[in-house]
């Protein structure tokens, strides 16, 4: 008689049924479970929900459902105390008016609140929809292209069930991304780009301090200094109504461009072995079917690195000359945030693996040399008047020369009205 351990009453629900086959893979990306417990019911649900009816080509509720979960997977998500929310308003107070010292460009928060990493995900969704559904049509899209013609005309209606499959992914992954990215973030003006409600400044906690750990900072030293950071982008982006236009056309121009290489792709299939289900995967995670980065691509990518480079140079540039004489520790939290910025996270590497765009300033030095070169050539006043109209920016090849442009001498166009500009301004027009 066998023992009782091994009688058998019926199938385990937990158990997988594609486990150890190359399905457990794919089955384990729709539920989020791959080599944990195995729920079919919670698959099919996913399944059913990726082809519900959505505007655009992602499916973004979808993907904020995702990024929730995923936060909640990253460990306790405390909503802010009165006591963090207290803390916050006095830091804010603080950092506005030592930033007033240093530049005439005027306070940008008119909101000032904390945020748990779900809030983050819940009041930031809007603006990452914007951003991505561009980078999503044109990857979509040019996967459809990509099929040859004769298979388009046997697939027909399938094509569209295809198109909205490869949206519905893309949504998934796109959820997964900014729930991890909401366990990093500081402060909603934390990547460069502002992708929260308009003139709201926004710091998480429990990401702030999870940043100090290790840092032999105090807690309120820690979280000035990202209330600096973020007051001061705050400022540049109210101060400059074209900046985010421009940062967010870059980020279409990156999607329009976007191709997929079949040449490629079949050549690097026909090496395969089908009967090996682990070269398969280790194909697929490889990035087999990411899209060439095009010409077109790379002038976009540029531009906008550029950019964000002169706007964190700007940033830091601002918060060092405020600090100088007031925060002992400021050196050494500046020098944490550029060890953190020139690494990034692993929430900022999955961003840049699913889109193919590295949000961050990959010339921030030369950037924050040209603005603290122009300051003290010609005063802070001359340092902040490019960012009055794009035409009076500084350009990347500036960068290679910041001296050079402090000192007038590699500007290009708008020369003459940066001039007019700057001499109205320093006359009191």
Known sequence: ??????????????????????????????????????????????????????????????????????????????????????????AVRLAESWLDQVTDIPSGATTVTAWSRAEWVEHTADTWNRLVEPIAAHVVAAMSQAIPDEAKSMAGPLLGVLNQAGGAMFGQQIGRALGELAGEVLSVADIGIPIGPERTAAVLPVNVAAFGEGLEQSEADVLLYVVLRECAHQRLFAHSPWLRSALVSAIEDFGRGTRIDIAAIESQLSGLDPSRPEEVQEALNSGLFDPQRTPEQQRALDRLETLLAFVEGWVDEVVTQATAQTMPAAGALAEAMRRRRAVG????????????????????????????????????????????????????????DPLGYAQGESRSAGDDDFDAELGRLLDGE
């Open 1 to 90: 008689m066998a023992d009782s351990d091994d009688d058998v009453t019926g199938p385990n629900p937990d158990d997988n049924p594609f486990k150890g086959t190359p399905l457990e893979q794919m089955f384990g990306a729709f539920t989020g479970m791959s080599g944990g417990q195995f729920d079919l019911s919670q698959m099919m649900g996913q399944m059913q929900r990726m082809f519900e009816p959505h505007d655009g080509t992602v499916n973004f509720d979808m993907a904020k459902d995702i990024a929730r979960h995923t936060v909640a997977g990253l460990g306790p998500d405390p909503t802010p105390t009165s006591a963090q929310q207290g803390a916050l308003s006095d």
């Open 345 to 400: 996270g692993p929430a900022e590497q999955t961003f840049a693996s699913l889109v193919g765009l590295e949000l961050r300033p990959r010339r921030l030095r030369e950037a924050a040399t040209l603005w603290a070169a122009v300051r003290d050539r010609q005063g802070a006043a001359a340092r902040d008047l490019p960012w009055t109209h794009p035409d009076l920016m500084p350009t990347m090849d500036d960068l290679d």
